[in-house]
């Protein structure tokens, strides 16, 4: 599976990095405006959103649209036995630093938050499908956090283009309720019937 899931995750990368800045730019303005005028969203607090890499999606227009939310912002913690760990920050742009794989995340010295606290998970990856599974980078790092915040909204945040059939997964494997892409928001096979549009 793991030769199955690397391979899968070369194609779709080859997909989203071929993508213009422009196309990046509308996709991105797209994705923001559904989610701002979903309920579900509206009514969440305390958020967990990302900062974009390599042509994934940008959330800028939500953190510039609803300031008055709490955005945090994961980062990811270096340890000597190389678990896959992230930390958890309220968003700062002012307080933003480089991470040695490139991307940007919070300063270390800004408070950690509980995953608890968190209300909505905005999750990145390569690659979802309609029953909720995730192609992610391979760290493990989301599979990881994801149970530590307990029963909340999970939203893949992805191209249409990168909604595949079906991705491999394994028991450890984290499932999202929710897509957001371009075209609007899939509730997916892992959702609960409780679950609001």
Same mark, same amino acid.
């Not at 509308?26 to 309920?39: E, G």
């Not at 794989?101 to 919070?106: A, D, R």
């Not at 998970?121 to 307990?150: N, S």
């Given at each position: ?9 070369? $194609?779709?990368?080859?997909? @989203? ?11 991105? $303005? ?31 227009? !939500? ?8 955005? !945090? ?18 968003? %700062? #742009?002012?307080?933003?630093? @480089? ?15 509980? #995953? ?13 499908? $309609?029953?909720?599974?995730?192609? =992610?980078? =391979? ?5 990881? !956090? ?7 909204? $999970?939203? =893949? ?5 990168? +909604?595949? %059939? ?6 450890? %494997?984290?499932? +999202?309720?929710?897509?957001?892409? #371009? ?15």
């Amino acid at each position: 599976m793991k030769n199955t899931k690397n391979s899968l995750r070369r $194609r779709c990368l080859k997909i @989203r990095e071929g993508m213009s800045p422009e196309k990046v730019r509308t996709c991105s $303005r797209a994705v923001c405006d559904h989610l701002s005028n979903w309920p579900v969203f509206q009514r969440a607090n305390t958020l967990l959103g990302f900062l974009a890499f390599r042509n994934e999606i940008g959330l800028g227009q !939500l953190f510039e649209q609803w300031p008055d939310k709490r955005w !945090l912002i994961p980062r990811i913690l270096e340890n000597a036995a190389h678990t896959p760990s992230l930390t958890l920050h309220p968003y %700062d #742009p002012s307080r933003l630093v @480089r991470h040695r794989f490139g991307m940007l995340e919070p300063d270390p010295n800004l408070p950690i938050v509980d #995953p608890s606290d968190v209300e909505m998970i905005l999750v990145p990856g390569v690659a979802f499908d $309609r029953q909720g599974g995730r192609l =992610g980078f =391979g760290g493990g790092f989301y599979d990881c !956090l994801l149970p530590r915040a307990g029963s909340i909204t $999970r939203v =893949g945040v992805t191209y249409d283009e990168l +909604v595949l %059939d079906a991705i491999p997964t394994q028991p450890w %494997d984290c499932c +999202v309720d929710w897509l957001a892409t #371009p075209t609007g928001l899939i509730k997916t096979g892992h959702a609960s019937s409780t679950d609001h549009s």
